[in-house]
């Protein structure tokens, strides 16, 4: 019995042991060219110019020599929830109550300015058509600054949290994303992370090898507005309800133990 009960949980062991080629990121891959440490990798071909589409939002800001005419152009108390937006951001998505979001035609409502057709363009181009509208108010130079109000991902699967996030930069990695939503558990399948993203009149869907240190010069290591990021579960949650390996092999040898135990004691009986 004792050779049955160690057989056997050498063969749950060995079939349950994950290789750490599966959880370890950017390794040198068979079959890709080698990247070595300090070896410069230059970033891929992709769209530096984001283009802006409907239901993003769009963070605009004005200064000039007159701050009270400014003013008159923004949303009331808009600017001091910007300044305060550090402490906002753990209630939510500062830009949701501070940014100007472009309605289904394309277009965003300035005060003042009424509507301004700006998806399509690119944030300079959007900040240029905005400018332009403003300028017949002011004597004097006006400055429009408008950005995307951060850079929104929804995380979904195996991350230690899931949801919709904004990363407060212009340009963010795929690891920035995989950080702010938690490094994803032991049972993800890194090689497997499925990115949706948004085309102009479509969507595609693409699988990225986090494993694969050539996706340093993937046009895929930055991600974009509205990206969606899925991972899937390895095959080792078939093993109960446990949320990790050691969860799992606890799981099986305590209830090998209180096998064995039964079977003691009715063998003992006999």
Known sequence: MRVIFLFSLIV???SSCISNKRITYLQ???GNEPIELDEFIPFAEYEKNYI????DVVDIDF????DELTKVFEFQGSRNMRM??????????LFFFTGYAIDADGYVQVPRLGKIKIAGLNEEQARLEVEEAIKAYFKDDVYV???IGGIRFTALGEFS????MTLLKHRATIFDAVAMAGESDILAKKNKLFLVRQYDGGTKIHQINLNDRALLASPFYFIQNNDILYLEPMNIRQFGRADN???????????SSSLLLLVALFTRNI
């Open 12 to 14: 749950l062991f060995a």
């Open 28 to 30: 040198n891959l068979p």
């Open 52 to 55: 802006l589409q409907p239901f």
């Open 63 to 66: 200064a000039s020599a007159d």
């Open 84 to 93: 305060g937006g550090a402490g906002m951001m753990g209630a939510g998505d």
């Open 145 to 147: 600054r408008l950005r």
């Open 161 to 164: 949290r899931s949801g919709t």
């Open 245 to 255: 390996l050691s969860s799992s092999l606890s799981l099986i040898l305590s209830i």
